[in-house]
């Protein structure tokens, strides 16, 4: 029997994806869950993995060439079975939207509650794993897999393996890796994961890496980084035309759709940080202890949680089909991440009710995993105000444009220590740009800058932020 | 639109007001839709008015009289029977009208607007209703979305044109005031065999000739062999491998030629004739060309999983929407068109349609049978219990037949079942709900049925399945 493997949706509004390269020929044996194919979509890289064992029957889309999902891609001819043209399911939704119907030669057990709860929840019950008497599919059944399915845990699982060949030295992946508390410290500072560097030291039986081999280790990743940038850089003629697709289309549509949506106004300020960079130096010590880098983030995120609670239209979303302003009581913060593959925004939910500590170890999990191209679809999803902290590279102000269709963005210029007036006398004070963009079809300037006010009187006195 | 129109709107016109049409029109009025169902005829279509109701309202009352009969075994005598057709008639009507009247109350209580008339199609929006007899006006219906629910009608065979007098057809057969002597029925497929019982235990000579080579061709050899053996009991003659060609007046009767394949021609005389060699689609009542819709090469409106045809907001259900012809498909099909047009997540996805022929005895069959179950690739197992095994069957003195139940081997999966014994449409409800429900042979045999029953035959026939049997000998 023949398997037409579509390309799947790998989540949420994906609609296409570019075949990058082949990793089978046809005729090549293949096992089950062996990647054939690297595809980029809007969102990411992912490998895509045979579903059966067998061989490459056929290759119907080419390297380079995008394709919308639901498309067969590529054919397999199963082990054992002679080739026939019997369609197989698939995981993507029908074409037309309606519901795939059954032949007797593909049926699946199922009562009618479960089959309709699919159609329901746009499942294709074939996809589905029961766990019922003989494998027959319950509701339960239908949902995880619904929800499997949103989550995109495929998807993710394909872009964890994504590229691990780019990191050269051999990395190595365990489990538990015993470690001096100075050497872990060593591992936060250079983004090293401790898990992942190789060692042939143990200690009671577990292994044990020292200072100089993740020294080692984060040396020999920079310049593996260094060695792709120059390889991918190396110019040769004039000109060069580079394809503007894939993750990089998608930012760039992002942008446009932003830009020509919302009417952007962007607000200057500056805000006096001197205070909380004092605080922040004796809570990094304390934060340390405890294997967390505590950045200023987490007190800008907490700042501006205060002053969206008193101006929430900041904290909102325009419905323009439904006329009306969506206004947000909860406070998921995204975080513009540079990575190799372009501006990614991971998402840090309910900044309001998690501690300094706690979002500061979220953040940089997430900020580690986007530039590892290893972060989940969702967690990308969900926000409803941004920070971009331009000022990490340098600025003192840009003027951000807004994620939207969120309502607002906050550029951070960086900290510099510069001379102000206090109490009559010029003395040096750490200060910040603030940058602070506005949709104004639904924002007043006026309600821009008393935003900033509130986010700065809380960076300006962090002391407010415990009350 | 017509000058002199009389113009409204609906959400859903529904056209035709047999079982697939009222179903679909309640539900749809269920979903507070804005409901229209148009019927030329009479409310309850060919189901209730001229087929199953009818002819299950004789079946029994005739069962009554062979029942009394064979009650001299087992010591209750009664003098033969007398029969009162007109008042028998009646009686059928009585019920057919209750019905028929409960569906047109049914209607109004859930807020569907009855119209009576023709209904044709303008356009793809819109249908005029076309109100017989002279100086009616017509009215325009303009739609949203249409239900097409114009059922089936009796295959004419050529030459052989319904007159009500000596060539009928099943609803012909179903109004006689007066019982034939000899009947000569073309058709032994289950509308021919349930109306041959009827008269054959209305005392009247049947003879059958079918041009397949045996009775209810549509079912296994071993399922129609039982019926045929009581039908003969009943003294109903079979004449196979004959098809029907020409027909005289014979005095007050009828002689009818048929013919086999090599061209041997045998003559029948009897009073009457019906013919009973299917039904097919009702598509030439409605314009369809003006909606855009037309028929495949069988006569049938086709439609997706969902009902739909292929003009959008166009549905058809029912009998014109294809095979199976049955009232139970066209109801559930109704149900499914409007839930549809509700936007509800449905389809008709249904595992296994159940059949039933209410035959002496009845036989009643769903899903697959083991040969259907082999050709779909899968390994199948049968169990059999023969209704000679069942304590149930033989205090009714009815221990004709079996239950026999076929499942994946691998799995257990209840695949299909086929029935033939007594109250066979009854216990096939079982068998559909477990095709249905992915329900294993485990499961079958794991529930407890009452004891004395005929449905513990379909427990005993899947543990028979599963070489478990108590009261069978395991295979
Ligand atoms: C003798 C006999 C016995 C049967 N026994 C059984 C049985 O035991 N079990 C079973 O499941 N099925 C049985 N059937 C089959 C069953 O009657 C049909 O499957 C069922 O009636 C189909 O329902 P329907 O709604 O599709 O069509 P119908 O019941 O045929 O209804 C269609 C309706 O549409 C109307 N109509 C047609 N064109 C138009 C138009 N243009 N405008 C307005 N109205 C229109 C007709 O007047 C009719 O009332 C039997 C049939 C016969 C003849």
């Not at chain 1, 619904?146 to 989550?151: C, H, I, L, Y």
């Not at chain 1, 538990?176 to 030291?201: Q, S």
């Not at chain 1, 444009?401 to 206090?422: Q, Y």
Request: charged share 25%.
């Amino acid at each position: 029997m023949t398997y037409e493997f579509e390309l799947p949706d790998v989540g949420e509004g994906v609609a296409e994806g570019e075949i990058v390269s082949w990793l089978v020929e046809v005729g090549d044996a293949v096992t089950e869950d062996q990647p054939v194919a690297e595809v980029e979509t809007d969102k990411a890289v992912v490998d895509v993995p045979s579903p059966v064992d067998g061989s490459v029957a056929e290759i119907r889309a080419d390297a380079g060439e995008m394709v919308p999902v639901g498309d067969v891609i590529i054919v397999f001819a199963e082990d054992g079975e002679e080739t026939a043209t019997d369609e197989e399911p698939s995981d993507a939704p029908d074409s037309t939207g309606e519901p795939a119907s059954d032949t007797d030669d593909e049926r699946v057990f199922a009562p009618p509650s479960a089959r309709r709860l699919a159609r329901e929840l746009d499942v294709s019950i074939e996809a589905v794993e029961g766990t019922g008497p003989s494998g027959r599919i319950t509701t339960a059944d239908v949902r995880a897999h619904a929800e499997t399915d949103e989550s995109g845990s495929e998807p993710t699982q394909a872009i964890e393996s994504v590229e691990t060949d780019s990191v050269p030295a051999t990395s190595a992946s365990r489990e538990i890796t015993l470690a001096a508390p100075a050497t872990r410290k060593l591992a936060a500072e250079e983004g090293v994961e401790l898990n992942a560097v190789p060692t042939d030291k143990t200690q009671e039986g577990e292994a044990f890496v020292t200072p100089a081999q993740v020294q080692q280790y984060a040396q020999s990743q920079q310049a593996a980084q260094a060695a792709d940038v120059a390889a991918i850089g190396a110019p040769s003629g004039r000109e060069e035309r580079i394809p503007y697709r894939g993750v990089r289309r998608t930012i760039g549509q992002q942008m446009e759709a932003s830009k020509f949506t919302a009417p952007h106004v962007t607000h200057h300020d500056e805000v006096d940080v001197t205070q909380l960079v004092e605080r922040r130096s004796t809570l990094a010590e304390v934060a340390d202890e405890q294997g967390v880098s505590l950045t200023y983030m987490p007190f800008v995120m907490k700042a501006i949680v205060e002053g969206l609670k008193e101006f929430p239209a900041l904290n909102a979303t325009l419905d323009e089909d439904a006329e009306e302003i969506i206004l947000k009581h909860y406070y998921n913060i995204g975080i513009a991440v540079a990575t190799d593959a372009g501006l990614m925004v991971p998402v840090v939910d309910g900044v309001d009710r998690k501690g300094l500590l706690q979002l500061s170890s979220e953040m940089n999990e997430l900020i580690e995993k986007a530039r590892e191209r290893s972060i989940a679809r969702e967690e990308m999803q969900g926000g409803t105000f941004t920070i971009t902290n331009f000022g990490a590279i340098g600025g003192e102000h840009a003027t951000p444009i807004i994620n939207h269709p969120e309502s607002a963005i906050l550029g951070l210029g960086e900290i510099k220590e510069k001379p102000r007036v206090v109490d009559g006398e010029v003395v040096v004070r750490s200060v910040m740009g603030l940058s602070l963009s506005i949709d104004h079809r639904t924002i007043d300037g006026a309600t821009a800058a008393q935003f900033a006010n509130t986010v700065k009187r809380y960076l300006e006195t962090p002391e407010l932020l415990l009350l | 639109m017509v000058v002199g129109d009389i113009a409204t709107g609906t959400d859903v016109v529904v056209i035709g007001g047999g079982p697939a049409g009222y179903t679909a029109a309640i539900r749809a009025a269920q979903h507070d839709l804005d409901v229209t169902l148009i019927e030329k005829g009479t409310y309850g279509g060919t189901c209730l008015n001229h087929g199953c109701i009818p002819s299950k309202a004789l079946l029994h009352a005739t069962d009554i009289a062979q029942q009394a009969t064979d009650a001299e075994q087992f010591g209750v005598s009664f003098d033969e029977p007398e029969f009162d057709l007109p008042t028998m008639i009646d009686w059928k009507n009585d019920v057919v009208g209750q019905l028929t009247g409960g569906v047109e109350k049914l209607c109004k209580a859930n807020g569907v607007n009855l119209m009576e008339g023709r209904a044709e199609f303008a356009d793809e929006n819109t249908v005029r209703v076309i109100h017989e007899g002279a100086g009616q006006g017509g009215e325009t219906v303009e739609f949203e979305h249409a239900i097409v629910a114009t059922g089936s009608r009796p295959i004419e065979v050529p030459g052989f044109e319904f007159d009500g007098e000596l060539v009928l057809s099943s609803r012909g057969a179903l109004a006689l005031e007066t019982i034939p002597d000899e009947l000569l029925v073309v058709g032994a497929g289950y509308i021919g065999m349930e109306l041959s019982t009827v008269f054959a235990r209305l005392g009247t000579d049947v003879t059958v000739v079918e041009m397949l080579d045996d009775v209810l061709p549509a079912y296994e050899d071993d399922i129609s062999r039982v019926v045929k053996g009581r039908a003969e009991s009943l003294g109903i003659e079979f004449n196979f491998g004959e098809a029907a060609s020409e027909w005289t007046e014979d005095g007050d009767g009828i002689v009818v030629t048929t013919e086999t394949e090599d061209g041997e021609t045998t003559e029948y005389a009897a009073d009457k004739t019906l013919v009973a060699v299917g039904r097919e689609p009702v598509t030439d009542t409605m314009n369809l060309e003006a909606a855009g819709l037309s028929t495949d090469e069988n006569g049938f409106l086709q439609t997706d999983e969902q009902l739909r045809t292929d003009i959008d907001g166009i549905f058809a259900v029912g009998d014109v929407a294809g095979e199976p012809m049955l009232a139970h498909e066209g109801m559930h099909a109704g149900e499914i068109a409007a839930d549809v047009i509700a936007g509800e997540p449905a389809a008709f996805d249904n595992r296994a349609v159940p059949a039933a022929v209410f035959t002496e005895p009845e036989i009643a069959t769903v899903g697959l049978t083991e040969r259907e179950a082999t050709d779909d690739g899968f390994e199948p197992i049968v169990g059999k219990m023969p209704m000679q095994a069942s304590g149930r069957a033989l205090t009714m003195e009815e221990s004709d037949g079996f239950v026999r139940i076929v499942a994946d081997e691998e799995s257990g999966f209840v695949l299909g079942g086929q029935i033939v014994g007594p109250e066979a449409s009854e216990m096939i409800a079982e068998v559909a709900l477990a095709v249905e429900m992915g329900a294993t042979l485990e499961d079958l045999t794991s529930t407890i049925h009452t004891h004395p029953t005929l449905s513990e035959a379909v427990m005993e026939a899947a543990a028979n399945a599963l070489g478990e049997a108590i009261h069978t000998l395991n295979r």
